[in-house]
């Protein structure tokens, strides 16, 4: 593989958010960028809350900034330090890709709901007018939830443990799609097209399944944004009942093209990024 | 050649300077540190004059940030920003590297001048009681005149078109080496056992010699800095007359061990930097 070459001509994409132990970016772009000579990096910045905003303008006014993404803890918070959102940003209520305009201005976007409903469509799911279920309301699911509503889903039911996350989520989908079905405190996945889990539920031995899965119909696509193993318990079960799933790592991947281009980057497919990414191999 | 990893665990040394394009130090720290496994990476980050302190200070203040490289244009106003400075930089007026202390204190020290000095030693030159002529009394030239007073020469002559350069660095080097003897205003290499070039003559096509060369004698070392080629026009005239030279390149690569060792990083010999480094070969 070819070595990643870093000069004085390396734009640079800073990796802000902390803790940075469990960052897989640097992984995943880097070494596409070494393999295509594209002349750009990732570096991960660990970044504490009271830290944050001086850290993003200082990185910004570098000649050689190309853009940052943003992870936790920072990824909603960012909104609020943004020259302009982008509506799924917006109803997403989250950012985690920035770029400088041409004019100075700091632009925000989120992509990664988009690598989740570009995964089920390449899997066949025509996502128009079908029903949907995201449990799990913070910044994941959320970005699922505005990515889906995007696709032209016609019914989400939102469930969250914390109901503000919901409420929250569920105004800013009415707002920005108002002839969306939309139904809250309910996680029932019957007769749901499509269920997510959005929720850290699974990371853990001995977490419990995100959902009842006794009322899951086997038609019902079921996806996962949890990836500290590619089969999660919830997926396991999901297969069980033979329905189609999708694994934590298809939507970390599908997303990535969509961020290429957002920073102005050569893109390329999922695929081929999943073959020099540099993550160990999940189980 | 291992390729450079950089992930959730690398920490970063930030190169800032402006502009970034003939920037070395990536080109020769990185693949060391990947040949090594050691988790670190140099970054450029292009940084103008006015947003150099809060680019520093927001730097520093992320988790993984291990150190910087500072050069131009900061390197002398960067000593204005540091808690503690070593007598070296001191003398120099200038700074290009700078870490965090323990306690949270920026501590800034400058190695160019031992990277020159040490490439003299190890090719046999004995600088105690030496005299030594430095041409170009700025950022480098200071440096090297504060290594070389370290070293224990007895005499200095120093020289600068621009005299305040001459009479700044004459007068720090007086406060702290009241032994040494101090000679400005001449730029005559004849009676020197070594004279060096520290200024950006001969980086362009048809600059004059920066000093007259007739009067050198072959028992004089010549010393350059510049390495836009291996062999300079100063360099070639030198061995014209018969002098042991030392190119620039050498003072680059004998510097970076002990960058290393400031940084806390596992050092390593300046041949083997030189081996694995992705310079383009001066010719």
Redesign the interface.
């Known amino acids: ?10 734009q ?1 994409i800073a990796h802000l958010g ?7 970016a ?2 995943i772009y ?2 596409y960028f ?1 393999a295509q000579n594209i002349p750009a ?8 809350t009271e ?1 944050f905003e ?2 993003l ?3 910004f ?5 190309l853009g940052a993404l943003i992870t936790m803890p920072h990824k909603v918070s960012v909104l609020g330090l943004l020259d302009e959102v982008s509506v799924t940003a917006q109803v997403a209520g989250a950012c985690n890709a920035v770029k400088r305009s041409a004019d100075g201005k700091l632009v925000g976007d989120m992509f990664d709901g988009q690598g989740f409903v570009l995964g089920l469509i390449n899997k066949g799911l025509d996502l128009k007018g079908k029903r949907a279920l995201v449990i799990g309301n913070g910044g994941v699911g959320s970005a699922i939830a505005a990515s889906l509503a995007a696709a032209g889903v016609d019914s989400l039911r939102l469930f969250d443990l914390h109901t503000p996350n919901t409420q929250a989520l569920a105004q800013r989908l009415a707002q920005h799609y108002p002839d969306l079905h939309i139904d809250v405190g309910s996680d029932d996945p019957s007769d749901q097209d499509l269920v997510v889990n959005a929720t850290p539920l699974g990371m853990k031995t001995g977490d419990p399944l995100p959902m009842d899965m006794t009322r899951l119909s086997p038609h019902t696509h079921v996806g996962e944004v949890v990836m500290t193993q590619r089969i999660t318990p919830f997926l396991a079960a999901a297969l069980e009942k033979g329905c189609p799933i999708q694994v934590g790592t298809d939507m970390l991947f599908e997303m990535i093209p969509a961020y290429l281009e957002f920073f102005g980057l050569p893109s390329t497919t999922a695929q081929r990024l999943r073959d020099l990414a ?1 993550l160990e191999p999940t189980h």
């Open positions: 593989m070819p070595s990643l070459r870093i000069d004085g001509h390396t640079v902390y803790p940075t132990h469990s960052f897989k640097p992984l880097n070494p070494a990096v990732v570096v991960p910045l660990g970044c504490q830290h001086p850290m303008r200082a990185f006014k570098a000649t050689n900034a540099q």
